[in-house]
């Protein structure tokens, strides 16, 4: 069964910081990967997605994420963090043959000043 | 861009009462989907439509129930709230079934069941 991981419940990192956040996924085949960022009270927001090809990927706000087959993981990375990138960030994976998407537990980003 | 709106951001019931949760998209999509967000848990997959009058189970289908009368909108139900489906509920949209087309989500439903 498809299933995923974010190991970090809660990160905090210093404006200007880089920053990395962890994802590891369970299936098959090659998955379908996204990563959804949501801010206080609203609802998520696609920041990038894997489907193919090549394996780093550029999304949007500044965001790009590795896929690593040998790892099963598809670690967000962003070199310079911003005070609005405060946020809860989740990874999601999907499969071929289903429009379903398993979501992981999220990873809530503080940021210092 | 895709706009998909759920009716109201906050809602308050009472234990007992027949409760309905709205979602329209703007875009034509044919797959639309109802989760629910609880703390440490992450989403969680209610009920999904690929078409018109068409729907599956998802993981905790239990005490939900849904409807789409239009591709457009998508609805879902709580025949019977109960204080344990007090939640934050999302509902999102996508492109045709098999694409694996990202979900484009609403802003999500507050609700609290007293």
């Known amino acids: 069964a498809q299933s995923v991981t974010q190991p970090d419940i809660h990160i905090t990192v210093s404006e200007g910081a880089s920053l990395e956040l962890r994802c590891n996924y369970s299936?098959?085949?090659?998955?379908?990967l996204f990563w959804y960022v949501q801010s206080p009270g609203q609802g998520l927001q696609l920041l990038l997605k894997?489907?193919?090809?090549?394996?780093l990927v550029q999304g949007i706000k500044g965001f790009e994420a590795e896929f690593k087959r040998s790892q099963s993981s598809f670690n967000l990375r962003k070199p310079s963090v911003h005070w609005s990138d405060a946020a809860e960030y989740f990874c999601?994976?999907?499969?071929?043959?289903?429009?379903?998407?398993?979501f992981g537990t999220g990873t809530r980003l503080q940021v210092f000043p | 861009d895709v706009k998909v709106t759920q009716s109201s951001r906050y809602l308050v019931k009472r234990t007992g009462e027949k409760v309905f949760l709205e979602c329209v998209q703007d875009?034509?999509?044919?797959?639309m989907f109802w989760y629910r967000q609880d703390p440490g848990l992450g989403l969680r997959l209610i009920y999904f439509?690929?078409?018109?009058?068409?729907?599956e189970k998802g993981d905790i289908p239990e005490g939900y129930s849904v409807s789409r009368e239009k591709k457009e909108r998508f609805s879902l139900i709580l025949e019977s709230a109960s204080t344990n489906q007090t939640s934050m509920y999302l509902c999102?949209?996508?492109?045709?079934?098999?694409?694996?087309?990202?979900?484009?989500f609403g802003d999500g439903t507050r609700l609290s069941i007293l």
């Open positions: 439509s690929y078409d018109v009058k068409m729907k």
């Open positions: 875009m034509d999509h044919e797959n």
């Open positions: 894997y489907f193919s090809g090549d394996t």
């Open positions: 999601a994976v999907g499969s071929y043959n289903t429009d379903k998407l398993i």
């Open positions: 999102a949209s996508s492109w045709d079934r098999g694409r694996n087309q990202p979900q484009h």
């Open positions: 299936y098959g085949a090659t998955p379908y």
